[in-house]
């Protein structure tokens, strides 16, 4: 084995390690107008270890320039490499799913209903940022009908498959 990698031998390396990948994703997402950094490094403030994102993501999604406020979508996006098949399990959602906003979405206001019941009565409560701007009805999340609740990796065993918990 020589010292030195031949071009082949770099470029099967790289195909294995899932740069390219990190790569073609972040091309997409620029092409769709979104800023894009890769492998970013980052501290993990559950145990104080670097980590890295393999792409992050941001896009102005929509600016009020009168009221000096706006919206961004930002992506966080790990890519995994495999030639084994990966498995995402899903069930039919229930009510509280469809209560449920992604944790993500960050506001800057909180919204509130108020309702004047008469004689100087009135009730209020706080309504979900995410319904009121009307995300609820275009967010895919609401749009399907099912959740995904297990993620998982098929591995050969044998003559046939092995499904094995994948951990993110």
């Not at 980590?51 to 009168?66: G, Q």
């Amino acid at each position: 084995m020589s010292e030195t990698p031949t071009n082949d031998e770099i470029m099967d390396a790289i195909r294995q390690s899932g740069y390219l990948l990190e790569q073609h994703v972040a091309t997409q997402l620029e092409t769709l107008g979104f800023h894009i950094r890769t492998n970013v490094a980052f501290e993990d403030p559950d145990e104080g270890k670097s980590r890295e994102m393999d792409v992050s993501a941001i896009k102005r999604v929509a600016f009020n320039e009168p009221a000096n406020i706006a919206a961004f979508v930002e992506l966080i996006v790990e890519c995994k490499n495999s030639k084994n098949p990966l498995v995402l399990i899903t069930r039919p959602k229930n009510q509280a799913d469809a209560r449920l906003t992604p944790r993500q979405f960050r506001y800057p206001t909180k919204y509130e209903m108020r309702k004047d019941l008469g004689g100087g009565r009135r009730m209020m409560r706080e309504v979900s940022e995410f319904s009121h701007l009307g995300f609820d009805k275009i967010h895919y999340r609401h749009l399907q009908q099912t959740k995904a609740v297990q993620f998982c990796r098929l591995d050969r065993k044998g003559s046939g498959w092995h499904a094995r918990a994948f951990l993110i």
